[in-house]
């Protein structure tokens, strides 16, 4: 047997060029066979067919269909989050560029734990990152770290926060991302306080009796876009709060951090600049494959707790004739450059272009909340805050919502999410795909509609 050809190197554009076009059809015809949203039959019968397809993964002799076949499988029994009906969660469609500009950091496969292992992505990064933070802040010393994803970004917050105070007590609403009380958790600090918010955000009376009421270093953690509804806190409120009591702030805007790009909707984010710390995440309405998280950080000074030496990545002789000290910008030491793919849509679309995509979601939103308040078939939570919307048949039960999301969900013609507000159940419609139509919209509400008992 041959040895396999490499993906870099000389050699490598050739080598992967046939092999991109295999995988181009087995996506195309896995995405065929597939024929919707979602695999029909359920979870038995996906993976009943996926272990059909997929066989002895570990055999004796290699498979050269392997590539097409596997492939094929992944993508019929994909949910694909491009088609207009798969809007159940924060699950972008990736642009296309962002795709082939993350094909190019496999085949390159730098590793950013050390300069010599990526050159220009260690410096691509400082660039980019120091450029989202100023987008942040506004202020020409701001930072910002690569992260998975919100939930390591809010993980760094908590870590920045208990080593910039030597403790910490955090407070947070009943509406915040379930990733803060686990990084209370994993980083051994107390049970977080959790504030009331009544009408799906933080509620500043009662974070003000709760700041009032306790004693030592605190941590203020506000949510700019709910992952239930896409609700906002009232972010100007709470950071005077903050300032008032010395708290420390920090804002999870994992969702709603991509209204700094539009000129309509970034003013939904004023007081974003007052946080210590922000989280980021360009796979949600960035349109990034995954992972493309962040972490802005005001004052870079905090970042110093996470300076680490290990003499084969960043001996102090290295360090000092000018080789980048790399490990002190992530709690990873193996990191992939998941800033190419970010660094070539920013400058392929453009803030114009980036924010036109934001705009149209947004916009996306309120048609369908528009249908459902028209149709007396169906009852709206509210008005979308960003591109999510919740609704509910009129009259049903919490039983027959969830059974009705199941069976679209089986049947693989709709994929809908689900939030419990107001102590009752509703579907979830996150509208993230900007090529949605109205007539998908639509075609949504009548499936559910067809779908629910009379």
Same mark, same amino acid.
């Given at each position: 047997?041959?040895?396999?050809?490499?993906?870099?190197?000389?050699?490598?554009?050739?080598?992967?060029?046939?092999? @991109? =076009?295999?995988?181009?059809? %087995? &996506? /195309?015809? $896995?995405? +065929?066979?597939?024929?919707? #949203? !979602?695999? *029909?039959?359920?979870?038995?019968?996906?993976?009943?067919?996926?272990?059909?397809?997929?066989?002895?993964?570990?055999?004796?002799?290699?498979?050269?269909?392997? @590539? =097409?076949?596997?492939?094929? %499988? &992944? /993508?019929? $029994?994909? +949910?694909?989050?491009?088609? #207009? !009906?798969? *809007?159940?969660?924060?699950?972008?469609?990736?642009?296309?560029?962002?795709?082939?500009?993350?094909?190019?950091?496999?085949?390159?496969?730098?590793?950013?734990?050390?300069?010599?292992?990526?050159? %220009?992505?260690?410096?691509?990064?400082?660039?980019?990152?120091?450029? !989202?933070?100023?987008?942040?802040?506004?202020?020409?010393?701001?930072?910002?770290?690569?992260?998975?994803?919100?939930?390591?970004?809010?993980?760094?917050?908590?870590?920045?926060?208990?080593?910039?105070?030597?403790?910490?007590?955090?407070?947070?609403?009943?509406?915040?991302?379930?990733?803060?009380?686990?990084?209370?958790?994993?980083?051994?600090?107390?049970?977080?306080?959790?504030?009331?918010?009544?009408?799906?955000?933080?509620?500043?009376?009662?974070?003000?009796?709760?700041?009032?009421?306790?004693?030592?270093?605190?941590?203020?953690?506000?949510?700019?876009?709910?992952?239930?509804?896409?609700?906002?806190?009232?972010?100007?409120?709470?950071?005077?709060?903050?300032?008032?009591?010395?708290?420390?702030?920090?804002?999870?805007?994992?969702?709603?951090?991509?209204?700094?790009?539009?000129?309509?909707?970034?003013?939904?984010?004023?007081?974003?600049?007052?946080?210590?710390?922000?989280?980021?995440?360009?796979?949600?309405?960035?349109?990034?494959?995954?992972?493309?998280?962040?972490?802005?950080?005001?004052?870079?000074?905090?970042?110093?707790?996470?300076?680490?030496?290990?003499?084969?990545?960043?001996?102090?002789?290295?360090?000092?004739?000018?080789?980048?000290?790399?490990?002190?910008?992530?709690?990873?030491?193996?990191?992939?450059?998941?800033?190419?793919?970010?660094?070539?849509?920013?400058?392929?679309?453009?803030?114009?272009?980036?924010?036109?995509?934001?705009?149209?979601?947004?916009?996306?939103?309120?048609?369908?909340?528009?249908?459902?308040?028209?149709?007396?078939?169906?009852?709206?939570?509210?008005?979308?805050?960003?591109?999510?919307?919740?609704?509910?048949?009129?009259?049903?039960?919490?039983?027959?919502?969830?059974?009705?999301?199941?069976?679209?969900?089986?049947?693989?013609?709709?994929?809908?999410?689900?939030?419990?507000?107001?102590?009752?159940?509703?579907?979830?419609?996150?509208?993230?795909?900007?090529?949605?139509?109205?007539?998908?919209?639509?075609?949504?509400?009548?499936?559910?509609?067809?779908?629910?008992?009379?």
């Amino acid at each position: 047997m041959s040895t396999p050809p490499l993906a870099s190197g000389p050699e490598g554009p050739d080598a992967l060029r046939p092999l @991109l =076009h295999t995988v181009l059809d %087995a &996506l /195309a015809q $896995g995405s +065929a066979a597939r024929g919707g #949203p !979602l695999p *029909a039959g359920g979870p038995e019968h996906v993976a009943r067919t996926l272990r059909d397809r997929a066989g002895d993964l570990l055999p004796r002799h290699g498979d050269d269909n392997a @590539l =097409h076949d596997l492939v094929r %499988a &992944l /993508a019929e $029994g994909a +949910a694909d989050p491009a088609d #207009p !009906l798969c *809007a159940a969660h924060l699950h972008c469609p990736p642009l296309a560029v962002a795709a082939a500009a993350d094909l190019a950091a496999s085949a390159l496969n730098p590793s950013l734990d050390s300069w010599d292992q990526a050159p %220009a992505a260690s410096e691509l990064e400082s660039l980019l990152t120091r450029t !989202l933070a100023h987008e942040v802040y506004g202020t020409p010393h701001s930072d910002a770290l690569v992260t998975t994803g919100g939930t390591e970004s809010n993980q760094l917050a908590l870590l920045l926060a208990r080593e910039a105070h030597g403790g910490i007590q955090l407070v947070c609403g009943a509406n915040a991302h379930h990733s803060l009380h686990r990084a209370a958790w994993l980083l051994g600090l107390p049970e977080p306080v959790v504030v009331p918010a009544p009408a799906g955000t933080l509620d500043p009376a009662a974070l003000d009796n709760a700041l009032t009421a306790l004693h030592g270093p605190l941590l203020v953690a506000a949510t700019a876009g709910t992952t239930d509804a896409g609700l906002i806190d009232p972010l100007p409120d709470i950071a005077d709060l903050c300032a008032t009591h010395g708290a420390r702030l920090h804002i999870d805007a994992a969702y709603g951090g991509g209204l700094l790009l539009s000129d309509r909707h970034r003013h939904r984010l004023d007081g974003l600049t007052h946080a210590h710390t922000v989280t980021l995440d360009l796979h949600k309405l960035g349109w990034q494959p995954v992972a493309a998280g962040l972490l802005a950080v005001r004052d870079p000074a905090d970042l110093t707790p996470l300076a680490h030496r290990a003499d084969y990545l960043n001996a102090d002789d290295d360090t000092e004739a000018g080789h980048p000290d790399l490990l002190g910008r992530s709690l990873r030491t193996t990191r992939r450059p998941d800033i190419l793919k970010i660094a070539v849509t920013l400058k392929t679309l453009g803030r114009d272009g980036i924010g036109t995509l934001v705009d149209q979601v947004c916009a996306h939103a309120h048609e369908l909340a528009d249908l459902i308040a028209a149709h007396p078939g169906f009852e709206l939570y509210d008005r979308p805050a960003i591109s999510t919307v919740l609704f509910r048949p009129t009259g049903a039960t919490d039983d027959t919502v969830a059974a009705v999301r199941r069976a679209l969900l089986d049947e693989g013609r709709a994929v809908l999410g689900r939030a419990t507000l107001d102590g009752r159940r509703w579907l979830k419609a996150t509208l993230l795909n900007p090529h949605t139509r109205p007539g998908d919209l639509a075609t949504l509400l009548k499936l559910v509609e067809g779908h629910t008992p009379r």
